[in-house]
């Protein structure tokens, strides 16, 4: 029958819509495979994962913190003063410390940094640009204040889970996948992740239908303080050391750049985190993919922000066309199957 | 003016206590310190021996950073001169930017020294720092020594250049000190990559080129944290660094242990310790006698004209005892105005471990 | 003001001397009011009235600054939604209280999903969500082709069908309804009073929060007309034509 013939085709042109972010990667990654001889090999998919297992998490940790309709401008610095809190206390202050006590340490601490935006936030109901800005600059400050320069002489157990290798396969990935699913479990599993979404898509239909605001965003909050830490972990591995410099510079704005274009919505209430880590993976790709055209680097940094804005543009009309056929299926709207 | 009795009167007290004190120790001063930014080992200890010789020397200091913004840099440094120093020291987060910080203070009659980044103007009294340019022709002239003897009498090869954030003015001397020699020889092909002078993005750029090139001969790095991201690169990609001749601008702490252990062949070093000290030095000289007490444009200074050891301890060690790391300096000019051409010290496996080294002086934790 | 009498029959809900100031503004001053099981009371009156303030109240919204509340005889503080969810208090707000982004079923379930599992590890009950869902809407006559479809796609009636789902699952002692019948086309408010009656048969009582008079005299058993925050007159439908409710709404005070 031609209806419900065609309504399968909208179904799988929804899906593919759905998960757009994928389709762009494939193509992407096509295109570099196409015009880059090393491209198109295991090692180099291999690296583009690895390269993105730190700031992957930072983008899982804005992720949510968006789709639960704020936004933290400190993840990058949680994740910052956490490595650096704890390597100074495991190496400088309190060398007795066994090296996995780093591991726990650095979530708890990435925890309690969160956590103190989430109080800011949910309690005291101050907007989050604001609050987080203010916690930036404060983390960002205490870094340097702990330590100006770099922490090299760091214990193999904090090394390992950024830098280590298993089966010639670096753990960081499995880590940032494994965290990944976790998450998006959640968010779709449960209730506290329903609420999430509900926080962000319309926090009034949520205090009026029982949930708790201020717990809402303390828990969002101290969760991606979690994941930032986290990432500070792996970003430790990644360099061996941890200079103070860590997870600085322009990780914010990629935390940023990564989730939004993996279809997190600015305003809060739409979005996954296997789109995020499309987002991320997306970034990774065009930056390796830049770099190995090996033209003037200016000239690459250009040509990283071309594709870049190519994909924000399929992105946007990838919406319009979901919500164009959300509308049209039969059946919507109260009409006739 | 019963108040300017009082204060004139004391300052008298204070001018013949010190008098009295012997010709030793001289007057205190109120000095300022500016600096551009401080996120890393080497600015930390630029202004922490400001501090202390501003301590031995029982002067009033203030220092400031300027978070890598040039205008809060001429903010800080108009406070400061309002604030009644008599004197400032600057490192330029924009040669050009800085310009109205001159211009104020010579309204006043504070003369200006700058130390490790230049400021555009005449009236500066005397720039302290090294010649980034001349650091990367001297650091080229050695890889190319390597890449001579690796290929048998010529000079050929691949070479990855790690480049520093690519409007940076230190980081374009960097590069061009490199390119002045390198780009002499045709048969060597040079691969950028961008690590914008910090560890986490050289090792990433690194990474991706070095995938797509992974036969290099050695590495030129303009900084000493993208010497370490780039070593790291390598070893990731199972890239022997031993193998690979690399050298950097910069012996920071991070650095020193790879070349004891091989992965960095020699890092030419500058003397971040010296720049606050040397400027604060010829500061004072000039406040007492005024030009004469500078140098003249092509003097050489060597390490026993300039005694500025205190003979006090700081982090367990003279900071200013030995004078190996800048000694000898050239007195040119820059900018229409002088400058202290400090020499830079080759650091390899057999000095790595030296005393003079500044990152060798086990700072605290807190630094 | 008569009070009904209901025979030795104690109220459902008793209000007695609510304050609620917002800032400077005395939002409800001394609201005393009662409702009956099975009773469907109308709550009338204009813009500004303190209506929307009272059913807040009623419904754990927000906190009342004064007076006292009791519910089936106890005295209780109505401190929150939940408090109030838990009474069997249901409220079908103005605005519809549902997520755009997120699907009928799940909108109907909002605050409190079913769930399987084991101790903390309890995941949504997807499937349960959705044959609830499915139920409830068919019991109200709305056809939506998919209850996991977007909220924000559907009519305001379907939004409206998903609000009331959620008091009809959720075994409600009373209803309140806020402006339902707003944005509603003729068959939408149809749906709406034969669910109002439907509420009545099931011995559930009911609030009817609206500005259509016309809708409200329909089905109400009584009126409570509100002005600047008090409660200006208590009458049976019985007592009083349609045209008489719409002077005294006007008007702002009772009519002889």
Redesign the interface.
């Known amino acids: 029958m031609p209806a419900t013939r065609r309504r399968t085709m909208q179904r799988v042109e929804l899906l593919v819509v759905k998960n757009l972010i994928w389709a762009i990667l494939a193509l992407v990654f096509l295109g570099f495979s196409v015009t ?3 491209f198109f090999t295991l ?2 998919v291999h ?1 583009v994962l ?2 993105a297992s730190a700031i992957g998490l930072l983008v899982f940790a804005e992720s949510l913190v968006l789709i639960s309709g704020s936004m933290d401008l400190s993840v990058a610095h949680i994740a910052g003063l956490s490595s650096m809190f704890v390597g ?1 206390l495991t190496i ?2 309190c060398p007795f410390l066994p090296g996995w006590t780093g591991l726990v340490l650095i979530v708890i601490v990435g925890a309690i940094l969160g956590s103190i935006n989430g109080f800011l936030v949910g309690r005291m109901r101050i907007n989050p640009f604001l609050v987080t800005l203010s916690t930036f600059l404060m983390y960002n400050w205490l870094t ?7 922490i ?1 002489d760091v214990s193999p157990a904090l090394v390992f889970p950024g ?1 280590g290798r298993l089966a010639g396969i670096f753990v960081a990935i499995p880590i940032m996948l494994l965290v990944c699913a976790l998450l998006g479990f959640v968010l779709t ?3 506290f992740g ?2 999430i ?2 926080l ?3 926090s ?8 708790s605001l201020p717990w809402m965003n303390f828990w969002v909050f101290t969760i991606a303080g979690v994941l930032a830490g986290l990432s500070g972990l792996l ?1 430790i591995g ?4 941890i ?8 990780d914010i704005f990629l935390a940023f750049a990564g989730a939004i274009i993996g279809g997190v919505s600015l305003k809060g ?2 979005g996954s985190m296997t789109g995020a880590l499309g987002g991320v993976l997306l970034l990774g790709m065009i ?2 993919g830049t ?2 055209t ?1 033209i ?3 000239l690459r ?1 250009f040509l990283n922000g071309l594709i870049l804005l190519l994909a924000i543009l399929i992105n946007k009309y990838r919406i319009a066309l979901r919500d164009k056929l ?2 049209s ?9 | 003016m019963k108040k300017a009795i009082v204060v004139l009167s004391g300052l008298l007290l204070a001018a013949s206590v010190a008098w009295a004190q012997g010709a030793a120790k001289r007057s205190p001063v109120f000095v300022g310190l500016d600096t551009k930014t401080v996120t890393n080992a080497w600015e930390g200890y630029f202004q922490d021996s400001f501090e202390w010789y501003a301590q031995d020397h029982h002067d009033t200091w203030v220092a400031e950073e300027a978070n890598g913004d040039p205008a809060v840099q001429v903010t800080q440094c108009r406070q400061m001169i309002n604030s009644g120093v008599k004197g400032l020291i600057i490192s330029a987060q924009d040669a050009v930017a800085a310009k109205p910080i001159v211009e104020f203070a010579e309204a006043r009659s504070i003369p200006v020294f700058t130390a490790d980044a230049d400021i555009d103007s005449p009236k500066v009294k005397m720039y302290v720092g090294f010649s980034g340019e001349r650091a990367g022709q001297e650091l080229t002239r050695h890889l190319v020594d390597f890449l001579k003897s690796k290929h048998h009498g010529e000079v050929r090869g691949t070479v990855l250049e790690m480049m520093g954030p690519l409007g940076g003015a230190s980081a374009i001397q960097r590069s061009k000190g490199f390119h002045d020699i390198i780009d002499r020889y045709p048969d060597v092909k040079v691969i950028q990559a961008v690590g914008d002078f910090q560890e986490a993005p050289a090792k990433t750029a690194a990474l991706n080129v070095l995938r797509a090139n992974p036969h290099i001969d050695a590495c030129y790095s303009a900084n000493g944290p993208m010497a370490v991201g780039a070593v790291e690169a390598m070893k990731d990609l199972n890239i022997d660094p031993r193998q690979v001749d690399t050298v950097t601008i910069d012996a920071t702490p991070s650095v020193l242990p790879m070349i004891k252990s091989g992965d960095i062949r020699m890092a030419l070093d500058q003397a971040p310790g010296f720049y606050t000290a040397i400027a604060a030095h010829y500061l004072v000289a000039y406040l007492e006698k005024g030009d004469a007490a500078l140098p003249k444009v092509g003097e050489t200074i060597k390490a026993s004209d300039l005694n500025l050891n205190t003979k006090v301890a700081h982090a367990g060690v003279y900071p200013w005892a030995d004078n190996a790391s800048w000694a000898p300096a050239k007195i040119t000019q820059e900018f229409g105005h002088l400058w202290f051409q400090t020499g830079a010290i080759l650091v390899t496996k057999s000095n790595a471990g030296a005393g003079y080294l500044w990152a060798n002086i086990k700072l605290p934790p807190q630094a | 003001m008569s009070v009904p009498r209901n025979t030795g029959e104690r109220p459902l809900l008793a209000l007695q001397s609510i304050d609620k100031w917002y800032g400077e503004v005395h939002a409800l001053r001394h609201v005393t009011l009662q409702v009956n099981s099975s009773e469907i009371v109308g709550l009338i009156g204009d813009n500004g009235a303190g209506k929307s303030t009272l059913i807040k109240v009623i419904s754990g919204v927000v906190p009342r600054d004064g007076g006292q509340i009791w519910w089936k005889g106890r005295d209780v503080s109505l401190g929150s939604v939940r408090e109030a969810q838990a009474l069997g208090i249901e409220t079908v707000h103005q605005d519809r209280a549902v997520v755009g982004t997120m699907s009928v079923a799940r909108n109907i379930f909002l605050g409190r999903e079913p769930t399987r599992g084991i101790g903390p590890f309890r995941v949504l009950d997807r499937e349960r969500m959705a044959i609830e869902a499915e139920r409830l809407l068919s019991d109200l006559r709305l056809h939506i082709s998919s209850v996991d479809q977007e909220a924000r796609f559907c009519s305001g009636g379907e939004m409206q069908g998903v609000a009331i789902s959620r008091a009809m699952h959720f075994k409600a002692s009373l209803v309140i309804l806020d402006e339902p019948t707003t944005a509603l086309a003729v068959t939408g408010v149809q749906t709406v009073l034969s669910f109002i009656r439907r509420l009545k048969e099931d011995h559930i009582a009911c609030i009817f929060v609206t500005h259509n008079l016309h809708d409200v005299y329909a089905v109400a058993d009584r009126f409570l007309v509100m002005a600047r925050g008090v409660v200006v007159s208590n009458i049976r439908r019985d007592e009083v034509t349609v045209e008489e409710l719409v002077q005294m709404q006007l008007a702002g005070k009772a009519v002889a």
């Open positions: 880059l001889p090393n090692q180099n690296f690895y390269v100074a400088r202050w340097f204040y702990i330590n100006r320069g770099a090299s830098g599993r449960t209730r329903g609420y979404h509900a962000g898509g319309n009034e239909a949520a205090r009026m239908l029982g949930i970003y990644y360099l061996a050391s200079p103070s410099t860590i997870a600085g510079g322009d209430g739409e930056d390796t770099a190995m090996l003037n680097p200016a940094g959300l509308m299926r039969p059946g919507a709207m109260g009409m006739p199957a």
